[in-house]
């Protein structure tokens, strides 16, 4: 067991091993790339020495408490800590015999005939975590949610009909069977639901009358460089937490 400061261990499992990717260096670092900043000024925006967050980085310590909050304070943007609520994990080989969930199964994303997908949907395993009452897993199709979301990615939604700005939703079409999947914003205090690929190609979806958003995302499964890595947010994801955690790994 590690001691107060250090950085944990291998977690071993029966049949190989699991690497649990530093939250800490993870979160740092991710700030940094989407600040476009060095040690030193990372340091002089939260009253700290470089060498302090290289301590960070490096997993040598954890930053205190009071630390997270100037980090938050200074870089608002950022996403959120690794306070337990939130998680990167690349995966190793692990343990076949692991405790599964189950969650629902929906289909691909953004459709054209998304349909009644839920009740529609069937069961499939997933870690723990991802489940609960009201989500539900899609499969990414193509490109229209480049760069935080790439095809294949699969991602795990959330039923919140209110959701929070700035969080990236599904959204479906009254008026026949279409989904989408976009950033959801307030202009001159109307509901916009924005693309997430900033190519001048895919447009805001601005008829507020024709769409409606109905679910929040609170995780991703993706692969790099053929490991398997998952991120969790249970009060929804934004593009920025996608687009950092993508540039660190």
């Not at 959204?171 to 914003?185: G, I, L, N, W, Y």
């Not at 995780?219 to 998952?230: R, S």
Request: glycine share 8%; proline share 9%; aromatic share 8%.
């Amino acid at each position: 067991m590690a001691r107060k400061g250090e950085a944990p261990p291998r977690e071993k499992t029966s049949r190989g091993s699991k690497t649990l990717v530093s939250p800490w260096t993870k979160w740092l670092k991710a700030i940094r790339v989407a600040y476009a900043i060095d040690q030193d000024e990372f340091g002089l925006r939260i009253g700290r020495t470089r060498s302090a967050v290289a301590m960070w980085e490096t997993g040598q310590q954890s930053p205190p408490a009071k630390v997270v909050a100037a980090i938050r304070t200074a870089f608002p943007e950022a996403p959120p800590p690794p306070d337990g609520n939130s998680s990167v994990q690349v995966k190793g080989t692990v343990d076949t015999e692991a405790t599964y969930a189950k969650i629902l199964y929906a289909g691909i994303v953004p459709a054209s005939n998304w349909g009644d997908a839920l009740n529609q949907a069937e069961p499939e395993p997933i870690s723990p975590k991802f489940a609960g009452p009201r989500r539900f897993m899609c499969k990414v199709q193509g490109d229209s949610c480049y760069p935080a979301l790439h095809q294949g990615d699969m991602v795990i939604f959330e039923s919140n009909p209110a959701p929070a700005e700035g969080m990236i939703v599904l959204a479906e079409r009254s008026s026949d069977s279409a989904c989408t999947v976009k950033e959801f914003k307030r202009v001159n205090g109307m509901a916009t639901l924005a693309p997430i690929n900033p190519d001048p190609a895919f447009r805001d979806v601005s008829d507020p009358a024709g769409w409606r958003a109905t679910a929040v995302l609170v995780g991703v499964i993706f692969t790099v460089q053929g490991a398997e890595a998952e991120f969790y947010s249970p009060s929804g994801l934004r593009v920025l937490q996608l687009l950092t955690l993508r540039q660190t790994l």
